[in-house]
């Protein structure tokens, strides 16, 4: 079966690993679909801070859109307006990631140094 064309972030297989259908098949047109929604809430996510989409990849933005996905993809089943586990956890890696990578650096001061003349 050939897969289906993907350049995003994160992979099917590792997405299919977190939603246990690592050894189904079938999964990988409909997981690719949860990549690709993971990966526009990611560039959305760093507009303001980045250009998109990333390239390289950073290696935990990666981690980021495969939990997002496989969240996004267990979440079907699940009562309305509540979110997966690895949805929260997709979410809150991302603030961390763009707290770390952009916002603490841009929130620096600029120190301006006089001579003690």
Request: hydrophobic share 35%; proline share 5%.
């Amino acid at each position: 079966m050939t897969e289906p064309e993907y350049s995003g972030y994160g992979s099917v297989d590792s997405v299919k690993r977190l939603c246990g259908l690592a050894t189904e098949d079938g999964y990988d047109e409909v997981l690719t679909g949860f990549l690709e929604d993971a990966t526009t809430f990611i560039d959305l996510q760093l507009t303001n801070h980045a250009t998109t989409p990333l390239d390289p990849v950073p290696g935990s933005i990666g981690v980021i859109a495969n939990y997002y996905a496989a969240g996004l993809y267990l979440q079907r089943n699940m009562a309305e307006g509540k979110k997966h586990p690895h949805v929260e956890f997709a979410e809150a890696k991302l603030k961390e990631y763009i707290q770390i990578t952009y916002v603490s650096q841009e929130d620096l001061p600029i120190v301006i140094a006089q001579d003690e003349a």
